[in-house]
């Protein structure tokens, strides 16, 4: 098994669950995976340590664009699957429309960062939604889980 299904392996309960959420309620989405995946938890302690060796031995996040690292970790085969990327940043990148929404889990790496204004840990937006992802104050590195892989790129929502 190399590198990249052992992640795919320990990412599975967490492609499961967020997989049944129903992002048009990020809120109650949030509180849930807070509950379920809470930061401090083993899952996630074990997690956060294998995204940090993999973007440190440069098979994950092997890609860079405008200094922000970036690679795809799963692409989803259809509409029901979760694609997953994993995103090292300290800066704003590309602004994006959620069509099918989006879940986010980040993970502090340096200083005291801010992903959207907000601490490590998970972020949920609903369909339709689109923002400026953009980590102020420190380093992050980011999951990010899109149903059937959905994300259109552009400078302002249509």
Known sequence: MDDRDSLLQDL???????????LTAPAECQ??????????GDELRA??????????AGWLADREAGGIRFSRVRKARDE????????????????????????DLC????????????????????????????????????LYFLPGGAIRFEDEPS
Do not use: C, K, N
């Open 31 to 40: 509180a849930r995976l807070q509950e379920r995946f809470p930061l401090d």
């Open 12 to 22: 599975a309960p967490l492609l499961s669950f967020v997989g049944e959420l129903d």
């Open 107 to 142: 993970f502090a790496v340096g200083g005291e960062p801010r992903f959207d204004g907000r601490p490590e840990g998970w972020t949920v937006y609903p369909p339709g939604s689109w923002h400026v992802p953009t980590v102020h104050g420190g380093l992050m590195d980011i």
């Open 47 to 56: 997690l956060r340590h294998r995204v940090r060796e993999g973007i440190a």
């Open 80 to 103: 029901t699957e979760l694609s997953v990327d994993v995103v090292h940043m300290d800066r704003a990148g590309p602004g994006h429309t959620h069509p099918s929404g989006e879940v």
